[in-house]
Nanobody, 126 residues
Framework: QVQLVESGGGLVQPGGSLRLSCTASGSRFQYYAIGWFRQAPGKEREEVGC???????NYANSVKGRFTISRDNAKKVVYLQMDSLKPEDTAVYYC????????????????????WGQGTQVTVSS
């Protein structure tokens, strides 16, 4: 079992950048896909993107070209670099793990994610 802790959230002006970290504890981290999600007040949780165990990555259309996911298995960390931030990016951001035996890609249903961090708040406002 892998436990996750998000960090790096905060207040940023529109057009600014933030880098979130998702730090894991536990074993077999390199075999898990890690997804980033966000939830704004009154809205459903949505996937921002996901990195598979072999570094295949996919992004939501709303963040393509602005957000970048990367992973460092040696440090057990997955990063979410967020650039050109917009007020509509304001949300609590979560990371979560997914594992399907024999599958190393990055396309999962939200129900496949079984271990979640506590979230970190990102506020984009002037």
């Amino acid at each position: 079992q892998v436990q996750l802790v998000e960090s790096g959230g905060g207040l940023v002006q529109p057009g600014g950048s933030l880098r979130l970290s998702c730090t894991a504890s536990g074993s077999r981290f390199q075999y898990y896909a890690i997804g980033w999600f966000r939830q704004a007040p009154g809205k459903e949780r949505e996937e921002v993107g996901c990195v598979g165990s072999r570094d295949e990555i996919n992004y939501a259309n709303s963040v393509k070209g602005r957000f970048t996911i990367s992973r460092d298995n040696a440090k057990k960390v997955v990063y979410l670099q967020m650039d050109s931030l917009k007020p509509e990016d304001t949300a609590v951001y979560y990371c979560a793990t997914a594992y399907i035996p024999g599958y190393t890609g990055s396309l999962y249903h939200i129900s496949d994610f079984t271990s979640w961090g506590q979230g970190t708040q990102v506020t984009v406002s002037s």
